[in-house]
């Protein structure tokens, strides 16, 4: 029997209050790819915080493979979860490859030497995310979208078993974006990794996903295969604004209706 990688029981999220009305179970493999749709403020990046362990849950539990994930020890976790934050802090005057270096700190025994794998994974981490050019560049001087590469290869080079990724495609221009929608759709089915993603471009989850976590204003949710959960009486709900679908080379892709004020 091949024990799931992430399974939640009776999970409830949040800071103080519980941001779910109703306790949340699931259980997830390697090689899925998850994305988790709701309005702003719902508890897209708490529910990702709590997943990754930096957040405690408020009910219930996250278990990885089949230890408890926040009994775990924290350098177990970094090697096996990573998260992309939805804006992340690069403040500092490292250098793009210093910093992409950071991802391998879980891989090390201590603070010894960079080794010949810690590179290969720099390397490549930087090539995804097509950084070769700036990767003597100080990270504190680039743009916004090129700093969000720096975490997204950061996040690649740490080389997780489970991707968990706070609005990957923010401030990315369209080649940047279709890279990267290809680099996880390969994450997960080349390399069995598993992703789950808060995303509000539901066509890069229609796209992408084969399972869809929606969290519904009031605190309800509801999650299965992607091709159940995108209906548009169901995302209608999830934003309480109307959508229109396209078929598009047998792909169905969503517009939202405009001069709708609710
Ligand atoms: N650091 C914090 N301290 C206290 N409350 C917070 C903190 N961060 C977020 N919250 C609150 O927790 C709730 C869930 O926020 P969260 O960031 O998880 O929403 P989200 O679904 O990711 O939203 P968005 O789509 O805007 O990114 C919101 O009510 C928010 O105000």
Redesign the pocket.
Known sequence: MTIPEMTLTALNV??RQP?FSEPLSLSTSGGEIWAVL??????????LLTLAGLLPPLAGSVRLGDRVLHRARRRLVAREVGLLL?QPNLDFPFTVREAVGAGRFAHHSGWGAISAADRQAIDAALSDCDLIRLQDQPVDRLSGGEQHRVALATLFAQSPRVCLFD?PVNHLDLRHRARLMSRMRSLARDENRLIIM?V?DINMAARLADRVLLLYPGGGHDHGEARDMLTASRLQRVYDHPLRSVEWHGERLWVPELNHWS
Not at 39 to 47: P, V
């Open positions: 949040g800071r941001l709701g309005e702003n403020g719902i508890g897209k990046s708490t529910l939805q609005e808060a509000h």
